[in-house]
């Protein structure tokens, strides 16, 4: 089996600040650390105990997703010891602990951040592992591609989609399946807005999660991300800035997270929000009926909206025996039930694989139009972008933010944005 060698320490820095700019869903939380991160060859393969890290420092010991990682320890016959950290401070653990040899076993990892440790030589192919891969939704497993070749599997994906508040639709007379492009769905919020209420509200950040939020809107359009300021990426900016200067969506937009979008709709005034598959559970909970409809493309059809969700992939390691548990280990997170298992631990995430997803349907039936959303969306770091992607994504929301504060056109920001990307990019 052959393994790339670690490629040099300035790799790993400039991955490092790289890195640092891609937002992950997974967790908001400060890091901790329970277990050790040793990677320290072993001449006991299989058997003794395996490193494992993932980004849900949220999920102490003895939580459901405990048990699921424990079990597949478990299962290859070994112990797992597992170290949780936040989406940052795993990726940076992760690029430090390649430098120093003590990259763990098996590695979660949100799948922006895939390409980036991939390029720097950090992470062992899905090929040289043996694993076939075909089954895996081409759209999901497209952000963990780099030059054709796969470095992890989707263990679940997450995405966004438009929740509504049933009672402001109802008393506006709209019916949410009515909403199928971007004409109805503006005729929507004119409607919620002449009802009385606030129409819509979204993550206009100036940060990843910004760009996150803009891109199925985006792509809904028409444009790509190598060509930011296309007549089709300006109409889907304009969509965005005449929302809010005609007060469908409320000033705030230009400085909420994704948290703070949840928190206005949760108030019972909003009519529509644009957030994840994560807030499901909470939706639930609220204080008034609530359901959600796909992102609508401009010309109808759902419109492809990133995709969220972690990849398992299988650091380098300099005993090589070690591959073979961890093979084992992948593997039992990543069978069509292993899938569905992953699924109801976490009721957000959706099996990446057409039969994990038609056995989440038949048990979840009220989640299908999730599974519809995850079925049309798109890797931010799909198209081969790779390590390029955190470059253009911080150019597309700081055009996004000064169209929508007034301070540019949408023409003249993308414009500005399209230069500087390239400049960066060479």
């Known amino acids: 089996m052959h393994i790339k060698h670690l490629r040099t320490t300035t790799a790993f820095a400039v991955a490092?600040?790289?890195?640092?700019?891609?937002?992950?869903?997974?967790s908001d939380e400060d890091p901790e650390a329970t277990g050790s991160s040793s990677g320290e060859t072993s001449s006991e393969a299989p058997g003794g105990t395996y490193?494992?890290?993932?980004?849900?420092?949220?999920?102490?010991?003895?939580?459901?997703?405990?048990?699921?990682?424990?079990?597949?320890?478990e299962e290859a016959g070994v112990t797992l010891e597992r170290t949780a950290y936040d989406t940052t401070a795993l990726t940076n653990q992760l690029l430090l602990s390649a430098q120093e040899g003590t990259?763990?076993?098996?590695?979660?990892?949100?799948?922006?951040?895939?390409s980036t440790l991939a390029d720097t030589g950090a992470i062992v192919s899905m090929d040289e592992l043996g694993f076939d891969t075909s089954s895996i939704d081409e759209?999901?497993?497209?952000?963990?591609?780099?030059d054709g070749t796969a470095y992890g599997i989707p263990i679940g994906a997450n995405t966004l989609a438009l929740y509504y508040n049933a009672e402001i639709l109802e008393e506006a007379g709209v019916d949410p399946a009515s909403v199928t492009d971007w004409d109805s769905l503006n005729a929507a919020l004119e409607a919620i807005d002449a009802a009385g209420h606030n129409a819509i509200t979204f993550a206009g950040i100036n940060t990843e999660e910004g760009s996150f939020q803009f891109l199925p809107w985006f792509w809904g359009a028409g444009a790509d991300l190598t060509e930011l300021n296309s007549p089709q990426a300006v109409e889907a900016l304009d969509l965005w800035v005449n929302w809010v200067d005609s007060g469908l969506a409320p000033q705030t937009v230009i400085s909420n997270s994704q948290n703070t979008t949840w928190e206005e709709f949760l108030t019972g005034d909003f009519g529509f929000v644009e957030n994840g598959t994560w807030q499901v559970n909470s939706a639930a909970e609220a204080e008034f009926e609530t359901g959600y409809i796909t992102?609508?493309?401009?010309?109808?059809?759902?419109?492809?909206?990133?995709?969220?969700?972690?990849?398992?992939?299988?650091?380098?390691q300099d005993d090589t025996a070690r591959y073979a548990v961890t093979t084992q280990i992948i593997e039992c997170m990543t069978t069509p039930e292993g899938f569905v298992e992953t699924a109801d631990t976490f009721a957000y995430y959706i099996p990446p694989t057409a039969?994990?997803?038609?056995?989440?349907?038949?048990?979840?039936?009220?989640?299908?139009?999730?599974?519809?959303?995850?079925?049309?969306?798109?890797?931010?770091?799909?198209?081969?972008?790779?390590?390029?992607?955190?470059?253009?994504?911080?150019?597309?929301w700081t055009a996004v933010n000064a169209a929508m504060s007034g301070a540019q056109s949408s023409q003249e920001a993308l414009d500005a944005a399209q230069?500087?990307?390239q400049s960066e990019l060479g």
């Open 295 to 316: 992102l609508p493309a401009k010309n109808g059809g759902a419109a492809p909206a990133p995709t969220g969700g972690e990849f398992v992939m299988a650091p380098v």
């Open 355 to 396: 039969e994990g997803q038609d056995q989440f349907i038949e048990a979840h039936p009220e989640l299908e139009v999730w599974v519809d959303a995850v079925r049309a969306a798109k890797g931010r770091t799909s198209d081969n972008l790779g390590t390029d992607y955190p470059i253009i994504s911080e150019q597309l």
């Open 139 to 146: 759209n999901l497993l497209a952000a963990g591609v780099v």
């Open 51 to 73: 490193t494992w890290w993932d980004p849900y420092p949220q999920h102490e010991a003895g939580s459901d997703w405990e048990g699921r990682v424990q079990a597949c320890g």
């Open 16 to 26: 490092a600040v790289a890195v640092g700019a891609l937002a992950g869903c997974s």
């Open 103 to 114: 990259s763990p076993d098996v590695v979660l990892l949100d799948n922006p951040a895939v």
């Open 419 to 421: 230069e500087a990307a």
